[in-house]
Nanobody, 115 residues
Framework: QVHLVESGGGLVQAGGSLRLSCAAS????????MGWYRQAPGKQRELVAH???????NYADSVKGRFTISRDNAKSTVYLQMNSLKPEDTAVYYC?????????WGQGTQVTVSS
């Protein structure tokens, strides 16, 4: 079992920055990939970025060049640095963790970008 807790969401003006954190606990040695997804009202949940245990990253086209995902294995934490935020980035952001057998989700953190 892996337990994920997100933090760092909030309200920010367009052009501003936020840093999200996701702390993992439990059977973390089994986690291969950690990532961030987001879901805006009335829309499907979509991938924002993910990072493998080896440090390889992948980003959605909409956030490339603005968002950076990183991982601190010693702290079992993954971060999402979000710069140059836009109103369309407004969503609930969810952390997830993938093991060989199971995909775990955090409870989500709200990010609101005002214009």
């Amino acid at each position: 079992q892996v337990h994920l807790v997100e933090s760092g969401g909030g309200l920010v003006q367009a052009g501003g920055s936020l840093r999200l954190s996701c702390a993992a606990s439990g059977s973390i040695v089994r986690v291969n990939v950690m990532g961030w997804y987001r879901q805006a009202p009335g829309k499907q949940r979509e991938l924002v970025a993910h990072i493998t245990s080896g440090g390889s990253t992948n980003y959605a086209d909409s956030v490339k060049g603005r968002f950076t995902i990183s991982r601190d294995n010693a702290k079992s934490t993954v971060y999402l640095q979000m710069n140059s935020l836009k109103p369309e980035d407004t969503a609930v952001y969810y952390c997830n963790a993938l093991t060989v057998t199971t995909l775990y989700w955090g409870q989500g953190t709200q990010v609101t970008v005002s214009s």
